[in-house]
Nanobody
Framework: QVQLVESGGGLVQPGGSLRLSCEAS????????LRWYRQAPGKERELVAV?????????TYADSVKGRFTVSRDNAKNTVYLRMNSLNPEDTGVYYC?????????????????WGQGAQVTVSS
């Protein structure tokens, strides 16, 4: 059973920092890219960062977080992290980790997405 469990959210003042964690289980963690998304109130969910499975491939970030957020992974702990610095109120939202897994169902291979339950991040003075 695939599980993604986020932690580390909370309330922080503008300019502050937080680190989110997402602990995964139920699939070969080191073989898959992981993603962080966020959803602000009244807005659509948006992609924030992607960390590939291979250490030689580049991480990617949304333009709005480049230079402030850093995604990393610890394959020994089956955990992906999102370090967020210089937070501003526009970063407020629920942050989700996501993995897309190739699975066979009914004899057919296809991509299936799994989401964590989300971690609330609120940036406010």
């Amino acid at each position: 059973q695939v599980q993604l469990v986020e932690s580390g959210g909370g309330l922080v003042q503008p300019g502050g920092s937080l680190r989110l964690s997402c602990e995964a289980s139920g699939f070969p963690f080191s073989a898959y890219a992981l993603r962080w998304y966020r959803q602000a109130p009244g807005k659509e969910r948006e992609l924030v960062a992607v960390i590939p499975a291979s250490p030689g491939d580049n991480t990617t970030y949304a333009d709005s977080v480049k230079g402030r957020f850093t995604v990393s992974r610890d394959n020994a702990k089956n955990t992906v992290y999102l370090r967020m610095n210089s937070l501003n109120p526009e970063d407020t939202g629920v942050y989700y980790c996501y993995v897309g897994l190739l699975e066979v169902r009914g004899g057919i291979w296809s991509l299936h997405g799994y989401w964590g339950q989300g971690a609330q991040v609120t940036v406010s003075s």
